[in-house]
């Protein structure tokens, strides 16, 4: 597999071209069919090193998907949206709305084969992580487009500066904010298929150093099947104050409930499988920007209250359970960073973190020889320490040098120490070349430790080496870019449940592998003022394959704006997509195709439709759930 890696290098190595991020915001308003400047502006984000930086100086890739593709969507969840518009990156579904927890759920994010529901991909928001403290996983409920201004997603390990699960990557949600002085505000409203209702009202503010933005949603669907109801209710405030022309600070908080029903495979219809699920963040947040130095002090808590029923299987023979599962978690962190130029072209980081998460889990009995008692699972909590650096070196104007090392300490495994360097090539006719060997890894979450009857308190951190080769380049005033990302993933003492060496029964043990090679590509062009087109293909090769990561994902993009009018479309593909693996591996391949379309009546309102899988593909992702065919959904915008 080495050696295809080295090969693939070297033929990349040529006269090709092409980008490792998606377009940037000036592309971005293009494909909205907004006025653009014709010379291309180069994306600037904040997730690979933490303050803003132009994307061509790093040597990792990161796809930037901004707010006008967003709502561009009309979804109320980001992860569709990501899932079109990021290669190498998955997200399953099981319907119409939802992706809830426990048995049956869906929202598993997968990046080039990493997944995020085994604890090895991080989200972020405002760059805090944001899982559950017991489970490891993020909770897909919970990241909904109201909150994001834009959404960078870096591909690739980024446990230098994030620490353990940025194992295979982060999401980074970089929440709303008013950019000019002014009140706007916004309604979106819809109804479709299956009783489908979702409505999202945003008020945000500006007027001089004072900011703020305040979103409420609600969204429901009775689901394409029986009992597979869905109702959601999402809360976000954010107040920003700039103290002075170099200092700022602000405070959010969001949250978000859900009620979920689930009604297990088709196979064995599940009843009562119900849950209730609410989750929480805050944050506080004082940042500096000098001309040569800035950087911030940071505070988040985020918390889950969690009940379920996992209900009975009549078929099987089976009665009410017994008990309810329950669960309260947390997470808080600190988060100390500066970044200083000391002379022409340097750049060094200097960060310290300190996560501090856990919770309890316990089931309450209500019928049965137990009932009316309690048994505790769990209730632990654990912590991390960790210190970084992240240097980078301008040499000359055709190359930067890009090295990072962290020291992380876990409260009971350990340290691990975890480097990463990088080349950016910054070559003739605007074409990017970058090489990176980063290293990710991530501690043993509680569950894994402590939980339920494989639990093993002496597990040991799962670890990874990312190398990797990008090209990019730009052409035609900034209305073409075009890309290739090769990159080879070796990872070893993967958690895997095994029979106990040492007795009867299963264990959760440092013994699993990865070796996974991949391909990806990405394009865009504005053609003229009304139509632009976009797309992306990754291909994945893994010696071990895992459920919902496709080895072959395509999406083709085209949008058309004129006058009053706004429509785009997209097909994407999806081939061999496992749904199960081990002895009896299933997989599945399906194209879907999606229409959306807006129509100003005037200006504060418009009308929008959407149309979903309208080839009505009949497809699984998540094994026994098969999808809904096509699907409508319609509304209006209100502005004011």
């Given amino acids: 597999m080495k050696t295809t890696f080295l090969l693939l290098s070297l033929c990349l190595a040529g006269p090709a071209s092409a980008q490792n991020d998606t377009p940037n915001e000036n592309t971005l308003l293009a494909m909205a ?4 400047d014709p010379i291309h502006i180069d994306e600037v984000v904040v997730t690979g090193t933490r303050n803003e930086t132009d994307v061509r100086h790093l040597s990792q890739t990161v796809s930037v998907v901004g707010r006008s593709v967003i709502e561009q969507s009309m979804q109320p969840s980001l992860l569709p949206v990501l899932t079109e518009q990021v290669p190498g990156l998955f997200v399953t579904e099981r319907g119409v709305m939802g992706y809830g927890v426990s048995d049956g759920q869906a929202g598993t994010i997968s990046l080039r084969g990493l997944s995020g529901g085994s604890a090895q991909l991080m989200v972020l928001i405002d760059g805090h992580p944001q899982y559950a403290g017991i489970f490891g996983h993020p909770i897909a409920d919970a990241y909904q487009s109201l909150l994001a201004d834009r959404v960078e997603v870096l591909r690739g390990p980024a446990s230098v500066l994030y620490g353990s699960n940025a194992m295979g990557g982060v ?8 950019h000019e002085d002014g009140v706007r505000t916004d309604l979106h409203a819809g109804y479709g298929s299956y009783n489908t209702l979702e409505t999202e009202l945003t008020n945000r503010v500006r007027k001089g150093q004072f900011n703020s933005v305040v979103s409420g949603s609600y969204n429901r669907t009775d689901g394409h099947r029986a009992d597979m109801g869905f109702e959601q209710y999402g809360g976000y405030a954010k107040l920003g104050y700039e103290v002075t022309d170099n200092w700022n600070m602000y405070a959010d908080v969001n949250v978000t409930h859900f009620n979920a029903s689930y009604p297990g495979p088709v196979s064995a219809p599940l009843v009562d499988g119900d849950q209730r699920i ?8 004082l940042s500096n920007n000098y001309e040569k130095t800035s950087g911030a002090l940071s505070f988040f808590y985020n918390w889950g209250d969690h009940w379920v029923n996992d209900g009975y299987t009549p078929s099987a023979g089976e009665t009410s359970q017994d008990g309810r599962f329950n669960s309260n978690d947390d997470m808080m962190g600190v988060s100390l960073y500066q970044s200083t130029r000391f002379w022409k072209g340097n750049r060094i980081t200097l960060g310290f973190d300190w996560f501090r998460y856990g ?3 316990w089931t309450d009995y209500v019928s049965g020889e137990n009932a009316g008692t309690r048994s505790y699972l769990v209730d632990k909590h654990e912590y991390e320490v960790a210190g970084y650096v992240d240097f980078r070196q301008d040499i000359g104007h055709w190359l930067t040098l890009n090295a990072g090392l962290r020291v992380d300490h876990h409260s009971r495994v350990g340290t691990e120490w975890i480097p990463q360097a990088g080349l950016a090539f910054h070559l003739p006719h605007a074409i990017e070349l970058k090489t990176s060997a980063t290293k990710g890894f991530r501690y043993p ?11 093993n308190p002496d597990l040991q951190p799962e670890s990874m080496w990312n190398y990797e080769i990008a090209l990019s380049q730009t052409l035609l005033d900034g209305r073409f870019k075009y890309g290739v990302n090769v990159f080879y993933i070796d990872g070893k003492n993967l958690i895997m449940r095994l029979p106990n060496p040492n007795g009867t029964g299963m264990l959760n043990q440092n013994s699993g592998t990865i070796d996974n090679t991949g391909v990806e590509l990405q394009a865009a062009y504005r053609i003229n003022r009304e139509w632009s087109v976009d797309g992306n293909y990754s291909f994945l090769h893994m010696e ?7 080895e072959h994902k395509l999406y083709a993009g085209a949008n058309f704006t004129k006058g009053r009018w706004s429509v785009s479309s997209g097909l994407q593909y999806i081939a061999g997509l496992y749904t199960t693996v081990g002895d009896n591996p299933q997989q599945e391949d399906f194209v879907l195709w999606n229409l959306r379309g807006s129509f ?6 418009n009308v929008w439709a959407r149309g979903e899988n309208l080839l009505a593909q009949k497809y699984e992702i998540n094994a026994g759930y098969p999808m809904p065919r096509a699907t409508v959904m319609a509304g209006v915008n209100l502005k004011f």
């Fill in 278 to 285: 609410t989750r929480g963040v805050t944050s506080f947040a």
């Fill in 544 to 550: 071990n394959p895992v459920i919902a990561a496709p």
């Fill in 445 to 455: 979450i509680l569950r894994e430790m402590y939980m339920f009857p494989p639990q």
């Fill in 171 to 178: 999401i980074n949600i970089v929440t709303r904010k008013m």
């Fill in 600 to 605: 100003r009546i005037c200006k504060w309102l």
């Fill in 33 to 36: 069919g907004k006025p653009t």
């Fill in 359 to 361: 919770g309890k889990a």
